[in-house]
């Protein structure tokens, strides 16, 4: 009699070799990592310290450098994942993506494991903020349960907008016009969210757009989580929900579309 099991345990090896084979390129170029840390840090050092001088802008007696870590970490996380689709693209112009098609492995299996290999990118990226944070005197909480959920919000957060990217890339197919679309998305996404100010401060139809923005429930539970005096304005539960159906409805999607990158 067959195990009932094989089929899940198949297809949770299926995944796990698109992530090895994502984690290889990785330890061939460890300088991305390196490069891509630049970022938050800039953000911390100039921004932060500038804007934390500046009265009004984080809510209650969150100091806002506090406020902003979380921002930025989620930044971070939108910004490695969103571009993610164009390793796709050069897979298809050295054909791999086309003996990925023809191999026995689920296209959603293609598809999460490529979300799972963008997740270990942004956890680097955590590793960087948290550094940094703490050297800041950003008052970070270390309890176990709330990195567990850093984590969990991390890894959602970066399938979410990877698999969003593999979508663009399925769409446009060429390098150049995903790397226009990508940096006219990045932008409004990462401001029409709370990642560095309060939704209270926006506009009405700003607000209204940050209220539907995935990003927005990500930066709520970080900021949750990480800090020992923020608490989450929606409940980490529904951000965490969000974050997990958005992604499921998008990882479908993807996996239809997977298709069409190998034509």
Known sequence: M?????????????TYGIIA???QKLRHDPWELASRAIQP???LLLFGEV???VRGVSPGDVNYLDFLSAGILAQS?????????????????LGVVQRYLVSPAPRSALVIGKALSASVRALSQAVVVYILAATLGVGLSFDPLHMAGVLVAIVLGSG????????????VKTRERFMGIGQVLTMPIFF???????????????????????????VDALRSLMLTNSASEY??????????????????VAAKMYERMGY
């Open 41 to 43: 840090v800039l953000w």
């Open 2 to 14: 067959d195990n009932p099991m094989n089929p899940v345990a198949t297809f949770i090896q299926q």
């Open 192 to 218: 029409a969210s709370n990642a560095i100010y309060p939704i209270s401060l926006m506009p009405g139809w700003l607000r209204a757009i940050a209220h539907v923005n995935p990003l927005t429930y990500q």
């Open 51 to 53: 804007m934390a001088k």
């Open 77 to 93: 996380v939108l910004f490695v994942a969103i571009f993610y689709g164009i390793s796709a693209i050069w897979e298809r112009d």
């Open 21 to 23: 084979v994502e984690m």
């Open 160 to 171: 979410l907008f990877s698999t969003f990217s593999l979508i663009i890339a399925c769409i």
């Open 235 to 252: 409940g980490i539960a529904t951000d965490l929900a969000v974050l997990a159906g958005v992604s499921a409805l998008l990882t479908a």
